[in-house]
């Protein structure tokens, strides 16, 4: 089966294995928090925008239009938290990533197109004129957008596991017009992160609620409904892990329950889990909602998003390594002169990021109205 896989690129890695696995998995993680913020707020916000509509309810209204304002910006983050992992994964395992984008590549390039065109919506949501009836309908079709393109990455990453469904399908349709077929894990895998979305965009909006400016109602609103949808959740997100590990081949599956890192990785995935369903049921029906709350929760949410990406990985080189591809067999050269120069920039960068959020910190609180 390891035929199937490309000959490797005569290029040397410019840096070790591991620091490209290291960069390439906390920025992954970054990435994911965004994207769950992204599609849990959408769909979030597009079911309040029509309880709003409704019931021509003002608190509902201004909880949707304050989230809505967000999710252009969360989506740039999402964007530019996404480049990076995609570099890197490419640069450790292009031989089975570039395969696999090729034989499904008309969709592979359409994603972009629907993304931009999700983004656009996002925009036109968030306006003015997208409270009420429009603003509905407009989170439906950017949710059909984007949720299109979560499952366009959900197929490739899978289908760069499967060398053995490459010849068949670029047989079948050299130009790449087609999706993978047949894996039982690309349901449960776009599933996960989709039922999770709301789980964590709902620690998210309690983060929000804590905002002075948006007035007592609605912060309270935002906070009780968010711990609500995250204790509401998060359980059925573990469910959905739990359907991800079983439809994993056999292999993969005992090799994730060996070893004393594998094994604490779902420790912490399981814990992190049952302290945000817990919290969040504290959070939506206790006494009182503590501003300590919503950090503990996103703490966790956080604890948890990082330990499934690396749950994630394992299950990537287990199917690969019995495949014929084992990444860490890759050929390094490393040229640390510029390894030096991209550390020193990235520091550079990371040191602007703080300084404008530091700035944004200390901006004066205005009176949020959308109703
Ligand atoms: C709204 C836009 C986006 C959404 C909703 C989204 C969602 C997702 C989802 C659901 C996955 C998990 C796929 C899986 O393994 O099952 C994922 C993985 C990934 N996304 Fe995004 N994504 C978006 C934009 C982007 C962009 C613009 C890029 C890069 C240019 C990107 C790069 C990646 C990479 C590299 C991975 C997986 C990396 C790996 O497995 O190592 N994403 N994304």
């Known amino acids: 089966m390891g035929g199937a896989i490309p000959v490797v690129d005569p290029i040397p890695l410019p840096a070790p294995v591991w620091l490209f696995k290291f960069l390439d998995l906390l920025v992954l993680a970054l990435h994911f928090c965004a994207v769950e913020l992204l599609l849990g707020g959408l769909l979030i916000s597009t079911a309040w925008a029509l309880a709003a509509y409704r019931n021509q309810d003002s608190v509902l209204r201004n909880a949707r239009g304050a989230v809505a304002a967000r999710l252009p910006i969360v ?10 992992p995609l570099l890197f994964t490419q640069v450790l395992y292009g031989r089975a990533l570039y395969t696999s984008s090729v034989v499904m590549g008309i969709f592979w390039i359409a994603l972009i197109f629907i993304l931009m065109f999700g983004y656009f919506l996002l925009y036109r949501a968030a306006a ?3 409270n009420g009836k429009l603003g509905f309908w407009l989170g439906v079709l950017a949710c059909a957008a984007l949720l299109k393109v979560a499952y366009l990455l959900s197929s490739n990453m899978t289908l760069m596991l499967r060398p053995e469904a490459w010849l068949e399908m670029y047989r079948a349709n050299p130009h790449g017009a087609q999706l993978p077929s047949g894996d039982p894990t690309i349901l449960p895998r776009w599933l996960y992160m989709v039922s ?5 965009a709902g620690v998210g909006i309690m983060l929000l609620g804590l905002k002075r400016g948006l007035g007592d109602e609605v912060r309270l609103f935002m906070q009780r409904w968010g711990a609500r949808l995250a204790a509401a959740f998060i359980p059925i997100q573990a469910g959905v892990g739990y359907w991800a590990f079983q439809t994993q081949p056999q292999g993969v599956r005992e090799g994730l329950l060996q070893g004393a890192f594998n094994t604490s990785l ?3 995935w399981a814990a992190t889990m049952l302290l945000l369903t817990l919290l969040g049921l504290a959070g939506g029906w206790g006494a009182s909602v503590r501003r300590a709350l919503p950090m503990a929760m996103a703490a966790a949410s956080f604890g948890n998003i990082a330990a499934m990406v690396l749950l994630r990985d394992a299950i990537r080189d287990l199917t690969l390594a019995a495949k014929g591809f084992d990444v860490w067999q890759r050929t390094v050269a490393a040229n640390w002169a510029i390894v030096s120069l991209f550390f020193f920039l990235l520091v550079t960068a990371i ?3 703080g300084w404008m959020i530091w700035v944004l910190t200390r901006m004066r609180e205005t009176e949020e109205r959308y109703a």
Do not use: C, D, H, R
Request: no cysteine.
């Open 196 to 200: 999770g979305s709301i789980g964590i």
């Open 266 to 268: 779902i420790g912490v």
């Open 75 to 84: 989506t740039a983050f999402v964007i530019n938290l996404g480049v990076p």
């Open 128 to 130: 003015p004129s997208g």
């Open 351 to 353: 040191g602007f990021v």
